[in-house]
């Protein structure tokens, strides 16, 4: 049974830090690209971030380029998104997602399975 188990959201002042974890199992986990998507009220689902198996391909949207860190351990099945500086706008329900290969996409309609969801709410 594949799971992909969030924590890590909470309530943070702007400027603030925070980072989310997602524990995976039920996959070859090496073998899966892991991604992180938003989802604010009243808005489409878009991509944050993603990274292949081994690391060595990362992707940032660009709304968080340079403030939103992904990375993985593969040794504990877990992929991680360091956010700092956040902003007001990064208020949003993050989803933990993987797609199988080594091809990474922007589009959530590509990936595989999906966390429950955490909430990130950043306060001004």
């Known amino acids: 049974q594949v799971q992909l188990v969030e924590s890590g959201g909470g309530l943070v002042q702007a400027g603030g830090s925070l980072r989310l974890s997602c524990a995976v199992s039920?996959?070859?986990?090496?073998?899966?690209?892991m991604g992180w998507f938003r989802q604010a009220p009243g808005k489409e689902r878009e991509f944050v971030a993603s990274i292949i198996g081994s690391g060595g391909s990362i992707n940032y949207a660009d709304s968080v380029k340079g403030r939103f860190s992904i990375s993985r351990d593969n040794a504990k099945n877990t992929v991680y998104l360091q956010m700092n500086s956040l902003k007001p706008e990064d208020t949003a329900v993050y989803y933990c997602?993987?797609?199988?290969?080594?091809?990474?996409?922007?589009?959530?309609?590509?990936?595989?399975?999906w966390g429950q969801g955490t909430q990130v709410t950043v306060s001004s």
């Open positions: 997602t993987s797609r199988r290969g080594y091809s990474a996409s922007r589009l959530y309609e590509y990936y595989d399975y």
């Open positions: 039920g996959f070859t986990f090496t073998t899966y690209v």
